[in-house]
């Protein structure tokens, strides 16, 4: 067992955001059934009261007062066709993805992909007459609108790009996107509604994310800014009496091998994405970024 958790931990600490992503959407299924097993046998009954603090209720006091719910409720699934379905999307979609952008784009999309349906679905529940039943009846879980939002965003950057499948042979991205929508319109009246509003959400910051993109604007860039604030609160600090040398960045062998390696990944895939889609397709940051390490 001890060699499983290392080889896992060793997995998830040197994969690819991709990797992340699909490491902490199924961690927190196993740990859910671990759980309400555990709480099954002590004859307790623990999901609603799971949900009420991480699921995302159109009710807007639940929505205000637990402000959080906006992202956990991502991460969250209500059985195992769920989420199989949901991580096969986020992979083939998110392996695509990454041949044309970039890890820090796919992650920025994929938060940028879960808020949009979260707040659609809360704003339509609220807003439309058609849903009959008392708004804190409704509340939604699943990465589906993160997902939605990776397959529609690579689908419009790349939309003939050809996916090969079973029994269909060869199927173009903007094809998969759009029978994903429009099974999402059949199934709307299924009892799901509020799953399918967010859905929609996420796909639709993702043809923006795209369209944006091409030309020349990184629209999630303020997300990865956020997350790079808060990764530099948790990074070890100096002793207070250490020495520190004026050209000297990094604090140790550890940090700088860090930060050489993500330095490096960065470039190769401003160079990868050059390759495929030519200069013009870079971001001005990632322009930047390039001039910047090309005088060094």
């Known amino acids: 067992m001890n060699e499983v958790i290392e080889k896992l931990k060793y997995e998830f600490s040197k994969g690819t955001v ?3 992503l699909l490491f902490l959407n ?14 099954h046998l002590l004859d307790i009954e623990i999901e609603p009261s799971i949900w009420s603090y991480f699921a995302l209720h159109a009710d807007g006091v639940e929505f205000v007062t637990k402000p959080w719910t906006l992202l956990t409720y991502s991460v969250f699934h209500s059985g195992f066709n769920h ?12 392996q695509i993805f990454l041949q044309y952008l970039n890890q ?3 992650l920025s999309l994929y938060i940028l992909g879960v808020i949009s349906g979260g707040l659609l679905f809360v704003v339509s529940i609220n807003a439309f007459p058609i849903f009959s039943n008392p708004v804190d009846f409704y509340s939604i879980i699943g990465a589906s609108a993160g997902v939605m939002a990776v397959i529609v965003a690579i689908a419009t950057y790349v939309p ?15 094809h998969i996107a759009v029978f994903l929508l429009i099974m999402d319109l059949v199934q709307f009246k299924s009892g799901n509604e509020g799953g399918h509003i967010s859905h929609f959400g996420g796909a639709l910051i993702g043809y923006f994310y795209a369209k944006q993109l091409k030309n020349g604007k990184d629209i999630g860039a303020w997300i990865n800014n956020i997350i790079d604030k808060i990764t ?7 002793h207070p009496f250490q020495k520190v040398y004026k050209n000297e960045t990094p604090r140790n062998d550890y940090e700088y091998n860090l930060t050489k390696k993500q330095h490096e990944e960065k470039i190769d895939d401003i160079l990868g994405k050059i390759s495929k889609s030519g200069y013009e397709s870079l971001t001005s940051d990632e322009k930047d970024f390039l001039f910047k390490a090309g005088k060094k």
Do not use: D, E, T
């Not at 199924?26 to 709480?39: H, K, P, R, S, T």
């Not at 989420?83 to 998110?94: A, E, P, T, V």
């Not at 003939?160 to 173009?172: E, H, P, T």
């Not at 530099?232 to 100096?238: G, I, N, S, T």
């Open 18 to 20: 991709l990797i992340k």
């Open 26 to 39: 199924v961690g927190v299924f196993v740990f859910m059934l671990i759980l309400n097993f555990a709480m």
């Open 83 to 94: 989420i199989l379905f949901n991580m096969i999307l986020l992979y083939l979609g998110g």
């Open 104 to 106: 820090r784009q796919l």
């Open 160 to 174: 003939n790009y050809s996916v090969r499948l079973f029994l269909l042979g060869n199927v173009k991205l903007w």
């Open 232 to 238: 530099v609160l948790f990074k070890p600090k100096a």
